[in-house]
């Protein structure tokens, strides 16, 4: 189908454009800025900005079969007059002009998803809550009903309405993971309050909510986005000190946030004991039901490894030999994915460097700043990260390109003494393909190199990787 998608950079976006695409979908994607668009999601996406002209979004509407609104600024923030009006507006706002453009189009798509919050709910201590449930008290539920009823109205030119109430989306990368990880995995590890329920979900299995939304005209109104099986906060810090093996877990006092958060802080402390009935009564099969299976997928590093470079005097690649490898590897990272697609797809795919910034997470601040028409043995690519706040250079170099089999490329530039990255594709007697990485590598600056990659360079190298293969079990 033609799909429309906003919030297409943000966290649930960006899997979700990974899993459309993987589904065959065309993709177009509303974006406030352009560049960072095609930085963050990769190659085949059809992207265009925000338009003051209502008209544009009219003609976009009568193009697309299928609407995704994930539109919205975060929430866990200090909530000043202007922050509650960006609020609104990120979400009621963009909303309301989707609508509006839907029921003036010619052609109104078939389906609107609509991206809502359990905030709906308020503060229900432990009453069960379902999608027939009412609503709660505050300037979040408040939000949550008036967002959803823009949603709702596009009904009425005969567009199916799914309106997703989500839950806590947990993935290493984003969301309150990506805050809480780095806490825990330092053994700084904190929990607010104790008995209130944290309603949650896997990544994963919110983009497959999107998917059946999509796939099932049934589904209709709001929809309760959590996992089936609820915890409380301290079993949901309990669980996550368990899974970052952090050896430190202290309780915070909600009074000691009410001066950073203000009226936000009971984003932190309101419980909401929430069921997702309907996906239930549709037969929708959750990959993540317990916290735990969800922060081990996280947190665990099944198929990634990273151990110091052995030497394989076996080993006669002719192209390694200018380059010393044997010699100058230190460290080996190893990474196997097995895909049920054909070598040729994968190759495309994996070999293109526009797709990289799609595997990549987002706090790299990956950009391409120059790239060859063509890519053969001996180009050079060109690109940017950027690591707590330093802007790094990157000149890579294609030392070996064969289609379909493997590529290679060098660093020539960069932070690393040496970055050799072998892609290789490997085709099954059953009809998959292994995508193997291996990377041969060295830090510099001698002992100290050595105690930076204990510290911190070895385990942003697993998150790394770790990102980069979930984002690709969603795209294949």
Request: proline share 4%; with cysteine; net charge positive.
């Amino acid at each position: 189908m033609n799909v429309l998608i906003t919030g297409s950079t943000g966290f649930i976006g960006r899997a979700t454009v990974a899993y459309l695409q993987g589904q065959g979908h065309s993709i177009t994607a509303l974006v406030r800025s352009t560049g960072r668009a095609n930085n963050l999601l990769g190659q085949g996406i059809r992207i265009i900005e925000y338009s003051d002209a209502e008209q544009d979004l009219i003609d976009e509407m009568d193009k697309s079969d299928l609407v995704i609104n994930l539109a919205g600024s975060p929430v866990a923030t200090r909530w000043t007059k202007n922050k509650k009006r960006i609020l609104t507006e990120s979400r009621i706002g963009v909303t309301n002009k989707i609508v509006n453009a839907i029921k003036q189009c010619n052609n109104p798509p078939k389906t609107l998803i609509s991206a809502s919050a359990v905030g709906y709910y308020g503060n229900r201590g432990d009453e069960s809550l379902t999608e027939s449930s009412e609503k709660g008290y505050g300037f979040l539920s408040q939000l949550c009903e008036e967002w959803e009823e823009s949603a709702l109205e596009a009904r009425s030119s005969g567009t199916r309405v799914c309106v997703l109430r989500i839950g806590i989306v947990l993935g290493r990368e984003g969301g309150i993971l990506g805050t809480l990880g780095p806490l825990f995995e330092n053994h700084m590890g904190g929990y607010v309050g104790s008995k209130q329920y944290v309603p949650w979900i896997h990544i994963h299995d919110m983009v497959k909510v999107i998917g059946e939304c999509i796939t099932k005209e049934s589904l209709s109104g709001p929809i309760n986005c959590v996992a089936p099986i609820a915890v409380t906060n301290k079993e949901f810090s309990l669980e996550l000190k368990h899974a970052t093996k952090s050896k430190i877990l202290l309780r915070i006092p909600s009074l000691l946030l009410k001066p950073i958060f203000g009226e936000a802080t009971q984003v932190l402390t309101n419980s909401q004991n929430v069921k997702p009935t309907v996906l239930n009564s549709a037969g929708f099969t959750f990959k993540f039901q317990t916290l735990s299976e969800a922060l081990n997928n996280e947190f665990q590093d099944t198929n990634i490894n990273i151990q110091k470079y052995q030497r394989d005097n076996t080993d006669t690649d002719q192209h390694k030999n200018p380059y010393r490898i044997k010699e100058r590897g230190q460290y080996q990272l190893t990474s196997d994915m097995v895909l049920s697609r054909d070598s040729d797809t994968l190759f495309a795919f994996f070999s293109s460097p526009l797709n990289l910034g799609l595997l990549t997470p987002g706090w790299m601040d990956f950009r391409i700043t120059e790239i060859p028409n063509q890519i053969e043995s001996g180009s050079y690519i060109r690109y940017r990260i950027g690591l707590w706040f330093i802007g790094l250079h990157w000149v890579t170099k294609i030392v070996t390109w064969a289609p379909n089999n493997l590529f290679i490329d060098n660093q020539e530039k960069g932070p690393y003494g040496l970055w050799w990255h072998e892609h290789l594709i490997i085709d099954n007697h059953d009809g998959t393909v292994t995508m193997r990485d291996r990377v041969i590598y060295r830090i510099p600056f001698w002992i100290f190199g050595r105690i930076a990659h204990k510290l911190f360079v070895k385990n942003t190298l697993m998150r790394i990787f770790r990102f980069r293969k979930q984002m690709i079990n969603l795209r294949f």
